[in-house]
Nanobody, 115 residues
Framework: QVQLVESGGGLVQPGGSLRLSCATS????????MGWYRQAPGKQREMVAS???????TYADSVKGRSTISRDNAKNTVDLQMNSLKAEDTAVYYC?????????WGQGTQVTVSS
């Protein structure tokens, strides 16, 4: 069974930084496009950043320049470094792995940006 396990969420002050990490199994990591999504209360889930197996990245306009997605092929992890955090970044952040019709989600980790 494929599992994606997120970690690194928490409470941070505006302007602060957080690093989220998603661990998964080797069986999917090397060939799947991995991404971070978020869902704020009352809003639809949205893509934050994604990275292809070859390392090509895509970012939502709302986080571009403030966030960096990276993957460690040795550890089977994909990280999201978020800087200059704003209150509007508050959401549950989900890790996702996609390849063709295969689609896996993690359980999510809460990020709260508040003073």
């Amino acid at each position: 069974q494929v599992q994606l396990v997120e970690s690194g969420g928490g409470l941070v002050q505006p302007g602060g930084s957080l690093r989220l990490s998603c661990a998964t199994s080797r069986s999917i990591f090397s060939t799947y496009r991995m991404g971070w999504y978020r869902q704020a209360p009352g809003k639809q889930r949205e893509m934050v950043a994604s990275i292809s197996p070859g390392g090509l990245t895509t970012y939502a306009d709302s986080v571009k320049g403030r966030s960096t997605i990276s993957r460690d092929n040795a550890k089977n992890t994909v990280d999201l470094q978020m800087n200059s955090l704003k209150a509007e970044d508050t959401a549950v952040y989900y890790c996702r792995g996609v390849s063709g019709i295969a689609n896996y989600w993690g359980q999510g980790t809460q990020v709260t940006v508040s003073s």
